[in-house]
């Protein structure tokens, strides 16, 4: 039987009732690849029972989406902060604190950022105000070096190759967490877990690219979870 890998979702402002967060939505290449890595996907929306749902996934995969509200490590909003609807975050708060301790966690962009935030990290705000420039947010496709030794490294080699959207990054890591994949303008890439469960967070989006390492990604998220289901039955 396949592994219940789930993914959360985002909401926002319904076309029809003009309600703010009244539709609920997933970008399908989620859903894709994870299908075509061998898991079976199912969807968590915001408003359900995340401490139900939790002990019922073997896998979860965290999307993109936007920013973290920057009070979970002691910092004030800035300016350009575009927040995630609370309720989106609450529920994957909710979710990761009741998966069965084996379960392999994929983070994607806002995904990454979130487990970070959650074992205790922090993140930079507004890249530009080091940077002098938003290209993260603009460029695409962009080339990042991987930590040698690292579990992203046995996955992908010493160089990945990924679609970039985002504005934060990783600042302080979170407990158990360790750096695995950086810009050459020194931006955190990638985050993996040294310590309990199986984690991967990576800044950029492989569900949006075709290159090769897109489905090496996908494809190890999902042989972890089906090896530690496996484990555990």
């Not at 985002?10 to 399908?28: C, D, F, H, K, Q």
């Not at 504005?167 to 310590?195: F, M, N, P």
Request: aromatic share 6%; glycine share 12%.
């Amino acid at each position: 039987m396949k592994p219940i890998i789930g993914i959360t979702c985002a909401t926002m402002t319904s076309p029809r009732t003009g309600l703010e967060n009244g539709r609920i939505y997933i970008e399908r290449n989620y859903v894709d690849r994870v299908a075509a890595a061998g898991g079976a996907p199912v969807l968590i929306p915001p408003g359900i029972d995340g401490a139900a749902i939790g002990p019922l996934l073997d896998g979860l995969v965290i999307p993109g989406g936007n920013d973290i509200d920057p009070a979970a490590w002691g910092e004030p909003l800035h300016p350009e902060a575009d927040l995630e609807y609370p309720g989106r975050t609450a529920i994957e708060q909710e979710v990761f604190a009741n998966l069965r301790p084996e379960a392999p966690v994929l983070g994607i962009c806002y995904g990454c950022q979130l487990v970070n935030v959650i074992l205790g990290g922090s993140l930079e705000q507004h890249m530009p105000d080091r940077l002098g420039h938003d290209d993260h947010r603009k460029v695409g496709m962009q080339d990042y070096r991987v930590v040698e030794g690292s579990r992203l490294a046995g996955i992908v080699g010493p160089q990945a190759r990924g679609d970039s959207s985002h504005h934060q990054a990783v600042a302080r890591t979170g407990r158990g967490l360790v750096v695995s994949a950086w810009h050459e303008d020194g931006t955190v890439e990638a985050i993996e877990s040294t310590e309990g469960r199986w984690f991967l967070g990576l800044q950029w989006h492989p569900e949006r690219s075709d290159v090769p390492e897109s489905d090496l990604l996908f494809e190890a998220f999902v042989q972890a979870v089906i090896a530690a289901k496996a484990a555990r039955v």
